[in-house]
């Protein structure tokens, strides 16, 4: 997980980075993730052509989005906090061939260095971690070029996300590991809107992201309540 210079919590960096060796172990602790994986792909793919563009993977944990992104023929820049993701992220890189540049650098301290430097910025399952989301968010606008979009997904604070997210999945299914989230940090749509416009980014769409642990498998859905994306645009 990625933050701003000052806006990370380092308990969640470790609690992360405890994590690393089995990142790529897809009936591991991060089984959830490998499947939500090619969905979030699916959505960025479908609303930009990845070929040959600029993109960022903001809190890139292990790398799984960064490399199916570098796959479809993005180049792909991929940040994050914690060192041991970053680690195995670098190690599977060698392994599979997909080229990723890696870096352990804070998204405000990128955003400084590069300002408008990319096509494509995505930032998955991270807001939720951080004390002040909306930060992240204006590091990521700075990021963006003038037309480019900005692609999110997080938790909806709500009774079904408290259910299935927390108690069902890291205490009932234990698909994820106790204290994985905590229900106050997660974020309605409306102001997870609010941030885009803070931000000076045009909200486009937001879908729901159901996973299915019966079958190990997720979609799109017109739900919300638990899992959601979220595509905005900076104007030109």
């Not at 997870?192 to 879908?207: C, F, H, Q, T, V």
């Not at 498998?217 to 959601?228: C, D, H, I, P, Q």
């Amino acid at each position: 997980m990625t933050a701003a210079a000052n806006n990370f919590s380092q308990a969640e960096l470790d609690k992360f980075d405890e994590l690393a060796q089995r990142w790529w172990d897809a009936n591991g602790p991060q089984k959830a993730l490998h499947a939500l994986n090619p969905v979030r792909l699916g959505y960025v793919a479908q609303r930009v052509p990845l070929m040959g563009v600029a993109a960022l993977d903001v809190g890139c944990g292990g790398g799984l989005l960064s490399e199916a992104l570098a796959k479809a023929g993005a180049n792909v820049t991929a940040i994050d906090l914690a060192p041991n993701l970053l680690k195995v992220a670098r190690l599977h890189g060698l392994e599979s061939g997909i080229k990723v540049d890696y870096r352990q650098v804070a998204v405000d301290v990128l955003a400084d260095e590069l300002p408008a430097g990319f096509d494509v910025i995505t930032c998955m399952e991270m807001l939720e971690h951080v004390p002040d989301p909306g930060a992240i968010v204006e590091a990521c606008a700075r990021l963006l070029k003038p037309g480019g979009r900005l692609f999110l997904s997080t938790l909806n604070r709500t009774p079904a996300a408290f259910a299935l997210a927390i108690v069902g999945a890291e205490y009932v299914a234990r698909l994820l590991p106790k204290g994985t989230h905590l229900y106050r940090d997660f974020i309605k749509p409306a102001e997870l809107a609010r941030m885009l416009r803070d931000a000076g980014l045009e909200l486009e769409d937001i879908s729901g992201l159901l996973y299915q642990p019966w079958r190990n498998g997720a979609r799109l859905s017109k739900r919300t309540e638990v899992n959601y994306l979220a595509c905005a645009r900076k104007p030109e």
